[in-house]
């Protein structure tokens, strides 16, 4: 998953489509799972999916 990611954003993104939260997503993601509290993990699994969703919608131009 983390290669087409990667080949997406190089090829889909300018560097500032980039969100900043991204990591911090990521780390809350880790922390939590880290932690043992699978339902943190799981909501903010669901708010990055939902987040990353919107940027890759609008940048292959589907709308809500």
Do not use: P
């Not at 889909?12 to 993601?29: A, P």
């Not at 932690?35 to 919107?54: V, Y």
């Amino acid at each position: 998953l983390r290669n087409a990611v990667e080949r997406f954003y190089l090829a889909n993104l300018k560097h500032d489509t980039h969100r900043r939260g991204w990591k911090k997503e990521h780390r809350g993601i880790l922390q939590a799972t880290t932690d043992g509290n699978a339902k943190l993990a799981c909501e903010r699994l669901r708010i990055h999916l939902q987040a990353t969703q919107k940027v890759v919608m609008t940048v292959i131009g589907i709308k809500d």
